[in-house]
């Protein structure tokens, strides 16, 4: 069975400082990965996919992400905020047959100017 | 352009009506899903269709039915018999087998 906590319900950040999202997860098999990001009122768009290959992944957006299997932990970062990445994100992990997906609560981003 | 449409953008459903969400893509999927959002709860699965004629319940699929007659449409319809309508409904669909999922605007459905 897979699950994802993710750490933080709500991150608030200054623009132009780091980003750091927390998720955690829990899976049986070899995890897929992924970092969803959702404005208000919109459906999910891909930030980015972990799949086994290299352990940093990077996505849209200057969005990264790291793969660490010993800490079970795929945390999301941006070296510098924006105010357009006020959103909410979500960490997502998908085992054996990926017609499941297990989606983390959501942690909600907050940029103050 | 290629994508998912989802509609109505808002909805109401009176005490005991049943009523019909609807969702299109013309990105050839085969797979696609159906997932309600509530506030601080994230995503969760309703119903998911891997091919047409087929489909599976997902974790909540009580009080809803759906029907893949067709590649390209999902729809979902929330009966009477789901007591908490209220949320934010959002379908997707992704190439069978892959964990990328491409999500349509959503539908706001609110009981009356």
């Known amino acids: 069975a897979q699950s994802v906590t993710q750490l933080d319900s709500h991150v608030s950040v200054s623009e132009g400082t780091p980003v750091l999202l927390r998720c955690n997860y829990s899976s049986s098999y070899s995890p897929s990965l992924f970092w969803y990001v959702q404005h208000p009122n919109k459906g999910l768009q891909l930030l980015l996919k972990?799949?086994?290959?290299?352990?940093l992944v990077k996505g849209i957006n200057g969005f990264e992400a790291e793969f660490k299997k010993s800490e079970t932990s795929f945390h999301l970062t941006k070296p510098s905020a924006h105010m357009s990445d006020a959103a909410e994100y979500f960490c997502v992990v998908s085992g054996q047959g990926a017609q499941k997906l297990v989606f983390g609560q959501g942690t909600r981003l907050t940029i103050n100017p | 352009d290629g994508g998912i449409t989802q509609s109505p953008k808002y909805l109401f459903r009176k005490e005991g009506q049943n009523v019909t969400l609807s969702c299109e893509q013309n990105?050839?999927?085969?797979?696609m899903y159906w997932y309600r959002q509530d506030p601080g709860q994230g995503l969760r699965l309703i119903y998911y269709s891997q091919i047409v004629n087929d489909f599976q319940k997902g974790d909540i699929a009580e009080g809803y039915s759906v029907s893949r007659e067709k590649k390209e449409s999902f729809p979902l319809t929330v009966t009477s018999a789901q007591k908490n309508p209220t949320a934010f409904y959002l379908c997707?669909?992704?190439?069978?087998?892959?964990?990328?999922?491409?999500f349509g605007s959503g539908t706001q459905l609110s009981v009356l």
């Open positions: 990105l050839n999927h085969d797979a």
């Open positions: 972990y799949t086994s290959a290299a352990t």
């Open positions: 997707a669909s992704s190439i069978r087998g892959q964990g990328k999922l491409f």
